[in-house]
């Protein structure tokens, strides 16, 4: 089990004799499943089914009964095996097609990093689909099988944090959570890279600059264009705004390159809110016969091993990959929202800029 910080003894406890500590009163018990069902109108029985997803319940009462446990803070009572077992194991669940996950270099780093600050645990890799979480992987999630779970990518069920708060499994988000959600979490400052780089851009000389976006309900593809948006009001440039969206993979930027120029001609620099997109960008530019970066210059995000094989090299914003996934499992410890963590980011200039 990961470690635990005991409470500080109250004040005098080491003058008593003997070191002896003052009789407290055990602290009041929290509250019951049926209270839980209590709160939200229902019966036991329909709590139960939610809480565990043991049987399929209706979206409304499922959110009534959901809100009802964060709400006076339910923690699910295991068995005692399951919850006093140190299991070893840190559960890493990536809402990602499995075979994009597996191609994509962003993840194993994250699990390096993890690593590297646990090589005693076991790293317990399950890629969930889109819609809720399965019964079964809830079930086991929540049953004493690991110490800890770190949530990556597109969250597939918006429920899932909470009914891990709610069981009382520690629950660390890799990347800024909905605003809706209070979880820890860890992340790169994404809106400030992104500002840089186009900032980089309008320092080049760079009259119109595009930008290829990443799916606007990431937190990742969000903040980006908001940093992009941003660098384009501070040079009081809002109105030469061009925006096509991508899917963080290449083909997705060489279409939305392709289609940039179809509606811009005049676009004289690209930032891509992703390496892959990026790359897929150069491919695009090259069918067009434009030139980079003498005609077009593109800047990416992220550094990934792509950037530095790309032709021309790929200029870039890096994001410590590594360091966020070390910090997301340190943050287990004690996963506070107030202690959230967000890491700088900083610009690599290459040749295509």
Same mark, same amino acid.
């Given at each position: 089990?990961?470690?635990?910080?005991?409470?500080?003894?109250?004040?005098?406890?080491?003058?008593?004799?003997?070191?002896?500590?003052?009789?407290?009163?055990?602290?009041?018990?929290?509250? !019951?499943?049926?209270?839980?069902?209590?709160?939200?109108?229902?019966?036991?029985? !329909?709590?139960?089914?939610?809480?565990?997803?043991?049987?399929?319940?209706?979206?409304?009462?499922?959110?009534?009964?959901?809100?009802?446990?964060?709400?006076?803070?339910?923690? /699910?009572?295991?068995?005692?095996?399951?919850?006093?077992?140190? !299991?070893?194991? &840190?559960?890493?669940?990536?809402?990602?097609?499995?075979?994009?996950?597996?191609?994509?270099?962003?993840?194993?780093?994250?699990?390096?990093?993890?690593?590297?600050?646990?090589?005693?645990?076991?790293?317990?890799?399950?890629?969930?689909?889109?819609?809720?979480?399965?019964?079964?992987?809830?079930?086991?999630?929540?049953?004493?099988?690991?110490?800890?779970?770190?949530?990556?990518?597109?969250? =597939?069920?918006?429920?899932?944090?909470?009914?891990?708060?709610?069981?009382?499994?520690?629950?660390?988000?890799?990347?800024?959570?909905?605003?809706?959600?209070?979880?820890?979490?860890?992340?790169?400052?994404?809106?400030? =890279?992104?500002?840089?780089?186009?900032?980089?851009?309008?320092?080049?000389?760079?009259? @119109? &600059?595009?930008? &290829?976006?990443?799916?606007?309900?990431?937190?990742?593809?969000?903040?980006?264009?908001?940093?992009? @948006?941003?660098?384009?009001?501070?040079?009081?440039?809002?109105?030469?705004?061009?925006?096509?969206?991508?899917?963080?993979?290449?083909?997705?930027?060489?279409?939305?390159?392709?289609?940039? &120029?179809?509606?811009?001609?005049?676009?004289?620099?690209?930032?891509?809110?992703?390496?892959?997109?990026?790359?897929?960008?150069?491919?695009?530019?090259? /069918?067009?016969?434009?030139?980079?970066?003498?005609?077009?210059?593109?800047?990416?995000?992220?550094?990934?091993?792509?950037?530095?094989?790309?032709?021309?090299?790929?200029?870039?914003? /890096?994001?410590?990959?590594?360091?966020? =996934?070390?910090?997301?499992?340190?943050?287990?410890?004690?996963?506070?929202?107030?202690?959230?963590?967000?890491?700088?980011?900083?610009?690599?200039?290459?040749?295509?800029?």
């Amino acid at each position: 089990m990961l470690p635990v910080h005991p409470l500080p003894r109250p004040d005098g406890a080491d003058s008593l004799p003997g070191g002896a500590v003052p009789f407290q009163s055990p602290p009041p018990p929290g509250p !019951t499943l049926a209270q839980v069902a209590a709160h939200a109108g229902v019966s036991s029985a !329909t709590a139960s089914r939610v809480l565990n997803r043991s049987a399929p319940v209706s979206a409304q009462v499922a959110a009534r009964v959901e809100s009802a446990a964060l709400e006076l803070r339910y923690v /699910r009572h295991r068995a005692p095996t399951a919850s006093a077992r140190d !299991t070893g194991a &840190i559960a890493v669940v990536a809402f990602a097609d499995v075979l994009r996950f597996h191609a994509d270099p962003f993840p194993v780093r994250l699990l390096a990093g993890a690593q590297r600050v646990a090589p005693e645990r076991e790293l317990a890799v399950i890629t969930a689909g889109p819609g809720p979480a399965r019964p079964s992987l809830v079930r086991y999630l929540c049953g004493g099988h690991v110490d800890g779970v770190l949530l990556v990518g597109r969250w =597939g069920d918006p429920a899932l944090p909470g009914l891990l708060q709610a069981a009382g499994v520690p629950v660390v988000a890799l990347g800024r959570p909905p605003q809706s959600q209070r979880l820890a979490h860890v992340d790169a400052d994404n809106l400030r =890279g992104a500002r840089a780089a186009v900032r980089l851009l309008h320092r080049a000389g760079r009259r @119109r &600059i595009a930008t &290829i976006a990443g799916p606007p309900d990431t937190a990742a593809g969000a903040d980006r264009l908001a940093g992009y @948006r941003r660098a384009l009001l501070d040079h009081d440039d809002q109105a030469r705004c061009a925006v096509a969206y991508g899917d963080f993979g290449s083909r997705s930027g060489e279409h939305a390159m392709l289609r940039l &120029i179809s509606q811009f001609p005049d676009v004289d620099a690209v930032f891509a809110a992703f390496d892959a997109m990026a790359v897929g960008a150069l491919r695009a530019l090259r /069918r067009l016969g434009r030139r980079v970066p003498d005609d077009v210059a593109v800047v990416g995000f992220d550094d990934s091993p792509a950037a530095a094989t790309a032709r021309p090299g790929l200029t870039t914003v /890096r994001q410590p990959v590594e360091d966020l =996934g070390a910090r997301a499992v340190e943050l287990l410890r004690d996963p506070s929202p107030s202690r959230s963590v967000v890491l700088p980011t900083h610009l690599v200039v290459r040749q295509s800029c």
